[in-house]
């Protein structure tokens, strides 16, 4: 398996988006993503105009309400989002798992009405584990966006209470624009709907500002890779940091990766190391999580460039 760019949360001219289906997948093409997902607003019209020869896709839709953004990955059948309210929000997501989809938290802290009706989240999930994804790094990166600092805080406060969540970047794509964007790597076999949705369920999965980053956990012969669940104990972490992968993504303003860092319960760092280390011993705790982060600047402004999703501890 390899981890390869994705984009999945794309519009069409079948929602509010500038592209035909087509020249979607054309200009992923062009921007070597190796997949998409059309999650075009309330409408899954669109999903026959894909074409895996030219981007492979998964097909998805943006549940679009007066609550909350969801996307909903790869169902099988249509599943009713009119009556879609925060008390029942469980069980729609319910809904969706039988029909084969997976579900998603869509820019948590997006402005809401009257900037974007509903988007800002306010559905009230009771159990974070049946949610399969959450959106933590959304649209451009840049001064001007407010959202990703507490999309992530608010996931790390989910994993201190014990859930499992794996997380993604989402373009939102709806036109063509020269901003900077992030993406989104998936651990899987090959660039399929499939491969996807499985390697989303196993939570293996990297937000990034372009670099391709990800990391590896060995001990006693064994290697344990993002997503997986381990015992306590001393494990050897191994590093790897593609830094030119998606250079063309990087705005203008220079850009510096310089350290890396394994955060673990209450967002503590318990370690940091130069981004050329390659592999770091360390003591894991049980009942934990562990990422790490791969942090630089941007014109100067320090910050998180690459995320993974964890490891666990039983």
């Not at 992923?28 to 997949?35: E, G, P, R, T």
């Not at 890396?260 to 003591?283: D, M, P, S, Y």
Request: with cysteine; charged share 25%.
């Amino acid at each position: 398996m390899s981890y390869l760019p994705c984009e999945l949360h794309c519009h069409s001219v079948h929602s509010d988006g500038s592209f035909s289906v087509a020249e979607l997948l054309r200009r992923a093409y062009d921007d070597h993503l190796a997949l998409i997902a059309l999650t075009d607003h309330n409408t899954v019209s669109g999903h026959g105009e894909l074409d895996d020869s030219i981007t492979p896709a998964v097909p998805g839709i943006e549940w679009t309400t007066f609550f909350g953004h969801m996307l909903v990955l790869g169902a099988r059948d249509f599943v009713d989002w009119r009556d879609a309210v925060p008390a029942n929000i469980d069980d729609k997501i319910d809904q969706v798992h039988a029909a084969g989809g997976l579900c998603g938290v869509a820019h948590p802290f997006q402005l809401g009405s009257p900037i974007c009706t509903g988007g800002r989240w306010a559905f009230d999930v009771q159990d974070w584990n049946r949610v399969d994804y959450l959106e933590v790094w959304h649209d451009a990166f840049g001064p001007d966006n407010g959202e990703n600092v507490p999309a992530t805080e608010l996931w790390k406060s989910l994993l201190d209470k014990g859930y499992h969540l794996p997380i993604t970047y989402g373009r939102d794509w709806h036109r063509q624009s020269d901003r900077h964007f992030g993406v989104t790597y998936l651990n899987m076999e090959e660039p399929t709907a499939a491969c996807a949705l499985e390697a989303i369920r196993a939570g293996r999965t990297v937000v990034s500002f372009g670099a391709k980053f990800f990391f590896r956990v060995h001990r006693w012969g064994e290697t344990y890779g993002i997503g997986d669940t381990l015992k306590r104990g001393r494990v050897i972490f191994s590093f790897f940091t593609d830094l030119h992968a998606r250079r063309k993504d990087e705005s203008d303003e220079p850009v510096s990766y310089d350290t890396i860092r394994i955060i673990t319960n209450g967002n503590k760092c318990v370690l940091e190391t130069a981004v050329t280390e390659r592999h770091a011993r360390l003591t894991l705790e049980p009942g934990h999580w562990y990422i790490c982060e791969l942090w630089g600047t941007v014109g100067g402004e320090k910050q998180a460039l690459a995320i993974t999703s964890p490891i666990y501890t039983e």
